[in-house]
């Protein structure tokens, strides 16, 4: 089991920036493959980050260029750098961990995480 805690949301005005953190439970957090996700109301839950075995890093296209996900093995922690945060970013952000050692492609699919946090609301006002 591991268990998943996000910190670091909160409310900004359009431009700014948030780091959120999600600390993780587990003996082998550097085996985890990690993802960011975000639900805002009224729509799906969406992909934000992955930070996927062998160090490869992908983000959707809406936070290219603005956003890192950054992991402190060490520390069993997993960051969300956001910048220049747009009113379209507000949305509960969550935190998710694949502890599976199956190969997936898919890091982009909510279900190819076993576990989740409980979100953190991120809130930009325009």
């Known amino acids: 089991q591991v268990q998943l805690v996000e910190s670091g949301g909160g409310l900004v005005q359009a431009g700014g920036s948030l780091r959120l953190s999600c600390a993780a439970s587990?003996?082998?957090?550097?085996?985890?493959?990690m993802g960011w996700f975000r639900q805002a109301p009224g729509k799906e839950r969406e992909f934000v980050a992955a930070s996927w075995r062998g160090g490869i890093t992908y983000y959707a296209d809406s936070v290219k260029g603005r956003f890192t996900i950054a992991r402190d093995n060490a520390k069993n922690r997993v960051y969300l750098q956001m910048n220049s945060l747009k009113p379209e970013d507000t949305a509960v952000y969550y935190c998710?961990?694949?502890?599976?050692?199956?190969?997936?492609?898919?890091?982009?699919?909510?279900?190819?995480?076993?576990?989740w946090g409980q979100g953190t609301q991120v809130t930009v006002s325009s």
């Open positions: 587990g003996r082998t957090f550097s085996s985890y493959a």
């Open positions: 998710a961990a694949r502890k599976s050692l199956v190969v997936c492609n898919r890091p982009d699919r909510p279900d190819s995480y076993e576990y």
